[in-house]
């Protein structure tokens, strides 16, 4: 199983920033996607998810200015990123989860967000 995440930069605040997550090893469509986030000195938080029927979900700090999607066809979760800010910097790191075997549970390693104020 491998997911790869890429996408990650420097940005000016109010920039955007598209991240992707490739998935290998398992079958896509049956697992719900996430988006986690670790800044320095912090825990991993949830930041996205979008479940194998599409259904999506978004911590508060991100509502209204992030976007998840998948396409099963390509094996692959988005996360548009939209009006950043300094607090967005982060490292993001996906991550593949299916609902019905808590043990499938894979992670991507992360890529650096950096938001510049």
């Known amino acids: 199983v491998q997911l790869q995440a890429y996408g990650g930069g420097l940005v000016h605040a109010g920039g955007s920033l598209r991240l992707s997550c490739a998935a290998s090893?398992?079958?896509?469509?049956?697992?719900?996607m996430n988006w986690f986030r670790q800044a320095p000195g912090k825990q991993r938080d949830l930041v996205a998810s979008?479940?194998?029927?599409?259904?999506?979900d978004y911590a508060d700090a991100v509502k209204g200015r992030f976007t998840i999607s998948r396409d099963n066809a390509k094996n692959t979760a988005l996360l548009q990123m939209n009006d950043l800010k300094p607090e967005d910097t982060a490292v993001y790191y996906c991550?593949?989860?299916?609902?019905?075997?808590?043990?499938?549970?894979?992670w991507g390693q992360g890529t650096q967000v950096t938001v510049s104020s």
């Open positions: 991550n593949a989860h299916d609902p019905t075997v808590t043990a499938l549970n894979y």
């Open positions: 090893g398992i079958t896509f469509r049956f697992y719900t």
């Open positions: 979008i479940t194998s029927g599409g259904s999506t």
